[in-house]
């Protein structure tokens, strides 16, 4: 046997440690801060480019836990994403995530109107009347319409958790968002995925309910 | 604007030449049979790693399909693979696809036997009396309950795709179910993920469905 037992907290526990040795056989010095949440990324992909390139806006974790501490509405991109979010640790502070994407009149008004699912998904998750943080790990077209809409003046989010991971459109969306003055957390390049997003949103709802990982 | 509108189907028709561009720029020769699948976790991830981890054993595919045509059952240990893998395609084949995580009986016996969910829903799925496709893109336990069940020849899986990712036993976990003699994909090393496993199904699926994508 190559293996030995571990039970589930330990691994989470090991596994941080392990995270962090690297980072510093690496020469690399994450902000205290922000630690969580980019660890977080790299436990759940053992992909360390997060260390770099992961972004977040000045005060973004501040204003995301502000959000989730007020009950925010969370929208997705991928029900993967949102079967990947703590729903249990997100309902303790009111907070409610849905995806929208299997909805029948989304997929209906994207053929009518030529455009994506994850993109009218955004525009109906715009006209809730909350403030609402977008976890996009998936569809650029999902940032792009998000962007439009800020640029058109007609909407500005509350937060935009932007990881989407592909080929096309992926580095620019991103790109995009980062001009604006809309709070984000970013992973710059073509990486990403709802993994990822997932992951980000439970670092954060770790942090606020007090368990520590980093 | 640095982004330009794409439909999805073009988007992905376009990631996939971009894949197969930078595969050549990379001199990467993909087996032709092979290159479907190992696409596709290139496309869910953006990162080439996989071309050069993800292994299968001999006649992997031709044996994964034979049994989804036959409609196999299908166990993932995570909702997320299990909310990734398009359930359409699968119902054409009559195949069903399972997650036990949330189930209520699968907490309580892991917390009596002081053991995972992820295992003890291996063990269950193991007592289903059908030829059984284990999907495992999160939980190293799961590979070493199935590894530990085949050692004491208790019960040989029909098949493991087998891509969980992480830092500790996930490397190790891989090697044993390489080892034996039942079929597998498995990505070596510490990546992989629940994308990745769901990635996987697709592909093939896709395949059997005449979806070309490479």
């Known amino acids: 046997m190559k293996t030995e037992f571990v039970l589930p907290g330990e691994i989470e526990k090991?596994?941080?440690?392990?995270i962090a040795a690297?980072?510093?056989?690496?020469?690399?010095k994450l902000d205290n801060k922000l630690a969580p949440v980019i660890c977080r990324a790299i436990h759940t992909t053992a992909d360390f480019d997060y260390a770099h390139t992961l972004v977040f806006s000045e005060g973004a974790l501040d204003k995301l836990k502000e959000l989730i501490k007020s009950g925010a509405a969370i929208v997705t991109d991928t029900n993967m994403a949102l079967s990947g979010i703590n729903k249990k640790?997100?309902?303790v502070f009111g907070c409610e995530a849905k995806c929208l994407m299997a909805d029948e009149t989304v997929a209906k008004l994207a053929?009518?109107?030529?455009?994506?699912?994850?993109?009218v998904s955004m525009e109906i998750a715009?006209?809730?009347n909350k403030p609402t943080i977008f976890v996009v790990g998936n569809?650029?077209?999902a940032l792009m319409k998000l962007y439009e809409m800020y640029q058109a003046g007609l909407y500005k989010p509350a937060f935009i958790i932007g990881v989407p991971v592909g080929f096309v459109n992926v580095v620019e969306a991103k790109?995009?968002?980062?001009?604006?003055?809309?709070?984000?957390?970013?992973n710059k390049g073509?990486?990403?995925?709802?993994?990822?997003?997932?992951?980000?949103?439970?670092?954060?709802l770790y942090e606020l309910s007090g368990r520590k990982c980093v």
């Not at 090991?14 to 392990?18: D, L, M, T």
Request: with cysteine; hydrophobic share 40%.
């Open 14 to 18: 090991r596994s941080f440690e392990i």
């Open 22 to 28: 690297e980072l510093k056989e690496r020469n690399i």
């Open 89 to 91: 640790t997100l309902a």
């Open 111 to 119: 053929k009518e109107q030529k455009t994506t699912r994850a993109a």
């Open 126 to 128: 715009a006209s809730w």
């Open 139 to 141: 569809a650029p077209t």
């Open 175 to 186: 790109e995009e968002i980062m001009e604006t003055d809309i709070p984000y957390i970013i």
């Open 190 to 204: 073509r990486k990403g995925g709802s993994n990822v997003a997932a992951a980000i949103c439970n670092a954060v």
